[in-house]
C-alpha cells in the first residue's frame, strides 16, 4: 500500500486535466490520502504595465472553483476524500508553496511537452514544480508531442 497523506493535484482545465485528476484520485484512493485538487489562475506580475484590478474575491475564482467542483464529481470516485483551492497568482511558486503548507508527499501536474522556441518563450510550469518542490513530483504527458518548431 502507498504511503500518501496528502496528494496535491495542479490543474489548469485544459486537455489534460481528466488524465491528471484521474492518476491523482486513483493514488489518493489507494493510499486513503486526501487529494488536494489545485488551481492557480495565472496573473500578470505588477511591473508588466498592466492594470490589475483585482478584488479581495476576484469572480474567476469562483468560478475556478465551481468547474473544479463539477470536475472531482465528474471524473473521482465517491470514495476519494478531497479539497479543493483556488488561487489568483503564478502557478509555478504557488504549487509549490500550497504544496509546502499543505505537507503534501506527492504532487500530481501535467506537461504540456512543449520543445524548442514554445518553451523558450513559455516556460514550464511542471519543470519549475520539479525544481523547487519539496515533495515528489508526478508529471503526466497525456499525449504525444507534436512536431512544432
Not at 484590478?53 to 468547474?67: L, N, T, V
Not at 506527492?106 to 522556441?117: D, E, M, N, Q, S
Request: contains cysteine; glycine residues 4%; aromatic residues 4%.
Amino acid at each position: 500500500m502507498l504511503d500518501y497523506k496528502n496528494i496535491v493535484c495542479a490543474v489548469n482545465f485544459d486537455d489534460h486535466q481528466d488524465a491528471v485528476l484521474k492518476l491523482g484520485a486513483a493514488l489518493a484512493r489507494e493510499s486513503a490520502a486526501t487529494l488536494h485538487l489545485l488551481h492557480i489562475a495565472r496573473i500578470p506580475f505588477p511591473d508588466m504595465d498592466v492594470p490589475l484590478p483585482i478584488g479581495k474575491k476576484p469572480r474567476w475564482e469562483d468560478e475556478s472553483r465551481a468547474r473544479l467542483e463539477a470536475l472531482i464529481k465528474r471524473v473521482a470516485p465517491e470514495s476519494v476524500k478531497f479539497s479543493i483551492e483556488v488561487k489568483s497568482g503564478v502557478p509555478d511558486l504557488d504549487i509549490v508553496q500550497i504544496a509546502a503548507r499543505l505537507r503534501a508527499d506527492l504532487i500530481v501536474i501535467a506537461t504540456h511537452g512543449r520543445t524548442g522556441l514554445h518553451h523558450l518563450a513559455l516556460g514550464s510550469v511542471a519543470e519549475q514544480v520539479i525544481r523547487r518542490a519539496d515533495c515528489p513530483v508526478l508529471v503526466i504527458r497525456p499525449h504525444p508531442p507534436t512536431p512544432r518548431d
